[in-house]
């Protein structure tokens, strides 16, 4: 198969991480015999100082020209607690999902047997633990107008808005997960106090019937906040808007005790963006400690929901777990055994697969 | 001292835990000479099946000539799961807030040492946690408008709206509770995303030098979804709009591994009602089996909060933890030890006050 992938490596750990992808996605590709081509682009912190443009035009030309895009991180400490601030990398990751119509993201939670007992939680809570949320992502409060203030400006105001077609095009996807899975859907609102929430619960009440096979459930976002603490296992596949999904996916992410493994892919028309949850961790940067293993594990995701290849994705979520067995692994997770550089730990990847 | 209580029941264990609130305020009153009078109104699923109201006038007018508020719990399951019925027991609670101006709801996160091991967190994640939300509770998207369909009925919006003056007040009361405590403010917002948020923080970062004593930390609300698990004790007072605190109250609520103990109150201009944070549980309603302790201690914060009687609140606060200490408890704590009634917990309290 050919494939053309957009890199784009971010700040901080970004371009470290975003290294490693590329040696496994390149042995995957030689083992199996795929032709792939790169394209790097620029986005983030380090694409406002090269271009003031969090996300420049090139870059996205690059990504829309592609069938995926392999992402690492963004975000500079110079830019933060600055809520005034002109520009701002994040503006090009809101921008970037918008103008690829990257409407869902996909952010499952599972656990390593070798690293579960990292997780704040305790064991019989946490372990065996397999959820996946589709996070809306080009809609909601985060996109809504008018925002803004009144003249004086002592007043702020921002909207959330949802067509039914946007909550039908996230609502297919968590359905069509569930039926491959446990056939569990929870429906996540605050249909009790929103409008939007009342359309979400309503549209996908709707589509119900269509899938007899999968259980939904519907639950208030702060119970679901609860439920993720004392019992995660009770959910399987989770759908919910915008906001809600920020808050609640990064509070899914750290019971799993391996944040740092965790990938994720944003979904669209056409483009498939894949990319590790984990921050630009800018202490980390340029010190080859960073640990690879979400951006490694990304790829796995890309190479299974881009292009269908699930062997190919199979393959690279093994050596992952090799990787774990055998210790090989960066000083994050390496807890008194021989500590890898990240390249060592993508090197050793590459090599086991081919 | 003259005291005038509301006593608003409410639904499912409501009426129960109420009753042993009662004896325990009487007892305070009997033993440190105050004068209390009680009147009891209607609130909830009950007041929609008397007067078809959930907060029906004859209510307000109770809770208006009050000093303060007890409140049990609302909730029923026939109105759950019904996005479009028309009265709902919830809509009474929004209205009350909103008519009495409670506008900041307190929830407090601490652990009793004899409850701790019921944390689903680790024992040194959440042992010696205590922290409190100051939660906005009559503003942001809960009562913005616009707010509905349009014609059609295929898109829905919601708008969140704050002016400075409401983050002002809300913003007072946290500064000067971690003035009290250990002079930590955390303010919680999407800055990075939401019009509102950039005016919660720029207002907090106006009021910050009136209050030179205390450090004060801006944190992005998804990752303090993250670090309430993570790393609770990091945490001392923090405050947040009307959505992001609901959300995040109820997420901190559980890893105290008692729920069922959290007390909370909601503060105004005038009138200041007191209520568990648990729900109004149904399944146990009229078996004289639910845990009073959260309404207990609610009772507690009201002496110390509504009537400036710290000596009172601790008093009651005290015999709390005897009971706790001694095996005073309902069947949800008893842990195979024997297991009191609610009444007998409740006429226990009261002698040991006397
Ligand atoms: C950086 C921020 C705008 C972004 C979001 O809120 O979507 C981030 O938290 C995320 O979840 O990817
Ligand atoms: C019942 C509901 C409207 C309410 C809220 O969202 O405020 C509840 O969750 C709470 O926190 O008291």
Chains 1, 2 share one sequence.
């Not at 921002?158 to 039926?179: C, H, P, W």
Request: charged share 25%; hydrophobic share 40%; with cysteine.
């Amino acid at each position: 198969m050919e494939m053309h992938i957009a890199l784009l490596p971010g700040d901080g750990i970004g371009p470290e991480v975003i290294a490693q992808a590329v040696k496994v996605v390149n042995a995957v590709g030689q083992k199996f015999g795929h032709t792939i081509t790169f394209k790097e682009g620029l986005v983030g912190a380090c694409a406002i100082d090269a271009t003031g443009d969090p996300y420049p035009d090139a870059t996205h030309e690059i990504c829309a020209g592609s069938d995926a895009v392999l992402f690492g991180a963004i975000g500079d400490p110079k830019y933060d607690n600055d809520p005034k601030a002109k520009v701002r990398p994040e503006q090009g990751l809101l921008r970037m999902r918008q103008k690829l119509g990257l409407f869902a993201n996909v952010r499952p939670t599972f656990t390593f047997p070798s690293l579960v007992h990292k997780s704040p939680l305790k064991l019989d809570r946490v372990d065996g633990v397999d959820l996946v949320f589709f996070r809306e992502l080009t809609g909601g409060v985060y996109f809504g107008e008018p925002r803004g203030r009144n003249e004086q400006g002592t007043k702020a105001f921002d909207t959330n808005v949802y067509s039914k077609e946007e909550i039908v095009r996230l609502a297919r996807m968590g359905f069509e997960a569930a039926q491959k899975r446990r056939k569990l859907l929870t429906c996540v609102d605050k249909a009790n106090v929103m409008a939007t929430s009342r359309l979400w619960r309503e549209t996908v009440q709707e589509l119900a019937p269509e899938y007899p096979d999968v259980k939904v459930e519907y639950e208030f976002v702060d119970a679901v906040a609860m439920r993720l603490i004392q019992w995660p296992k009770a959910y399987d596949v989770l759908i919910t808007e915008n906001l809600f999904g920020d808050i609640l996916t990064d509070e899914a992410s750290v019971i799993s005790g391996s944040m740092g493994l965790m990938p994720s892919a944003s979904l669209g028309s056409k483009v498939k963006l894949f990319e590790p949850i984990h921050g630009s961790y800018p202490q980390a940067a340029g010190k080859d400690i960073a640990n690879p293993l979400g951006t490694v594990l990304s790829a796995a995701m890309m190479f299974d929901y881009a292009f269908g290849l699930a062997e190919e994705a199979k393959l690279i979520s093994d050596v992952v777990n090799l990787s774990l067995a055998e210790g090989v692994v960066t000083e994050d997770i390496a807890e008194g055994g021989k500590a890898y550089k990240t390249s060592e730990v993508g090197d050793w990847l590459a090599a086991k697969i081919l």
